[in-house]
Each structure stands twice: as structure tokens, then as C-alpha cells.
């Protein structure tokens, strides 16, 4: 009578379509709002690095990567050890990216730039070495070099091959390669935007709010960002701007809040990265329009009750008030969160708007997706900018408005709790 070891039936069991099943659809849907979520989490971490030491393929060192970043916000520590095994395993592009980022963001300079250029001589692919010196242009970037900055993405873009696009190619793809701040040129996206200035009505407002969108958010996340911001008692001016047109018409009973509808259809794959961007012109305009602070937000949050203009008054002395990361942990397009930020009625602040159109005049275009355009607009403005004024609010924010990150799924689940919670 022969007799299984110990271990063969536990790897049965972990090898099972309903076991593989149950944690492929966590790694879809998790979104850490619940002690749940996070209780198991070093367990999922678990079942996909004994997947990945079975069948020695790397998807399944990303996906914990990619939870790690989902978990703590940012490249945790450990996936410099997990990345690195994955390269040990098999050179991917996706374990290059996931390396050098967690290293340059967990290590200091000098070691992070010494094991980059060890990386680089080890790594067979060129184009795999290429993006080693996208991380070595971010050591740059932090202390102030733009022009060896600029030189490294500008290296990368030209040196790889055409069909060579891993995702840090996309932003890379954006950043500004000029030495002297962008001029305004001629954009038929743009124009179709400007085109409604004259739709602004005169107005006493004590601060406006721009937020942009394509009309599949809208429709989405409209309910949630109307309920709780009308139900403030502040004197504002909320503009929305809808890059298409809506199939519906939203009842709006507050003449605080107007709609534009700019009817541009066939943007391709683009209209998220424009939806995105078209609030920093709208930004623009309103301040130029009004002279009050105007407050650019995304569109998928919630405010609290209390309104905003405790957060403008506080700001009374600045020019504006940003969400500032750490730049020691973040790639340059991510410092500055475009979610959120408040521009005062002051010279730098309306300089600063004024350089983030100028740059996206030159760059937006419809087809091919442009993500993290609006952060390469903002990165672009603070390189050409005094930034004395501008005040980090990223500590401050949380206490006037929700800004949920990660799925759709998620983000609905704590929209919904917050406009709970606030009694709308």
C-alpha cells in the first residue's frame, strides 16, 4: 500500500480551479475598505507566490505587486524583493518597471542609482534597458536637473522600438522636452471650449468649482457629486464640463451649477485623458472671468456638508493650495495630484494655469490615449513656476471632500457611505 507525502494533498488543494478562482476574483475586486479585505491579504499574497514558485510565471509576482501598491498607496518595500525574483526568473518589461520603481522610492539615491546601472549591464533587451533610464532621469528630476531629465525621456522615446510600449511608456510619452515654458498654439479640442466663454454669466460668487468629464462618468458618478455639494450653504459657481453629450437630461433645480455639453464625438481611446484635462482650461477661464478662487476637482467625490470655504479662507495668504507628494517616492507626473487643488485670484496662480493650457495645447490630440496628460500639465507648470505660495493641503483635504481611489466598484461603494454617513 502506497501512501501520499504529507504535502500532496495541501497542493492539490491549493491547485484547485475553485481555490484559483476565489483569488483571482479578490485581485479583481479588492479595494481595502473593509477589515476583511486586509485581514486576508498576506494569505492571497501567499497562494500567489506558491503559484508563481510552482509555475515559474511572473503574472503572478505582478499581481502581488500590484496589491501591495492597491494596499499601501504607494511602492511598499517589499516589491523590491519580489520584482527582483521575477527578473531573476524571466527579464519582462513589467519586472523592469516594477524593480526600479520600488527601488527609487524605498532606497537611498546613491544605492538606487548604483544598482540601477548594475541593472542595466545585466539586462540583455535594450529596450528593457531603456527603461532603467527613465528611473535614472526621475533621480534627476528630484533634484532639480531638468535638463538631464528631460535628456533621459527624450532618450527613451527615440531609442525604443515603435511597438515597445510598456504602461510608463504612456506618461512618458507626454512629459514637456522644452527648455523654455510652452506658448499657446491653436487646438481644435480646446477651441471647442473656449468657444464657451461667452456662456458665463455675470456673477457674485464667493469661489467657482470646474470639474470635467465624458458623459459615461457623468452618469456614473453625477448623483454623489450633486447631492453633496448642493447641499452646502456656500455661495459658489459650479461649472461641468461634458466632453460629448449626455442621452439624458440631469434636473438641475440650483442655478449654482452649470452643465456645458461640448458634443465631441470619435476622441478614440483619448476622451478620458481630454475629459480629464479640459477642467485646468475651464480653471482657467473662471478665474480670468470671475477673480475668485477656483477650486478644481475630480468628479468622482463627495463633499462633506460643511462646504469648502473654510478651506478657501484658510488659503487667503497663498496662491494656491495643491496635493503634494512625496517626490522621494513618486515619479515627477504623480507630485502634484491633479485631483484636487484650489487657485487663488493672485498673479503666480493664474501664471501657473496659463503654462498647464499652454502645454496641453500642444499636446492633446484625439486617438491614442494620453493618461496622466493632466500631471505631465501640472509637473510642466511647477518646472517653469516660483513655487513660493503654492501650500501642500494634501493633510487638510480629507476634511472637506471624499476622493475614493481604485475601481469603479470601490470608489461607488465609498461615495455612497460617505453621502450616508452626511445624512444627504
Known sequence: MTHKRIEEPLYDILSSDCLKNSFEAY????????DEEVIVFDLVVAYFYFQFKITKINSYIYKICSLYKRRYKRNHPDIVKYSFEALENKEQADAVVYY???LIS???EAYAMEKLRELSHILSDDNNKLIVEIYLA????RKSDFQSYRDGIKGFLEAKEKDFNPYVSIPCSTVYLGDERPRRVFNGIL???????????DKDVSYCITVSCDSKYFDIYWDYFYTSLRSTGDNFYCRV???DSLGWCPEVDDDRFYIKELGMEGLGENVGPISSALRFLSAYQLLDKYHVPVVVSDFDCAFKSHGLEGLISGLAGSAAGLRLLNKKLVMPWEYITAGFSVFMPKRDSFYFLEIVVNFLSGVLVSGPAQWWVDQNAVECAHRFTDFNGFVDIKSIIDRYVVIPTGSADTKKKILEKAVQEAGF
Open 191 to 201: 477651441s471647442r471650449l473656449d468657444e464657451s466663454v461667452c456662456d458665463l454669466e
Open 241 to 243: 464640463v461634458v466632453t
Open 106 to 108: 524605498n532606497k537611498e
Open 27 to 34: 485581485f479583481k475586486n479588492v479595494g481595502f475598505t473593509s
Open 138 to 141: 526621475t533621480l534627476s528630476w
Open 100 to 102: 526600479c520603481s520600488s
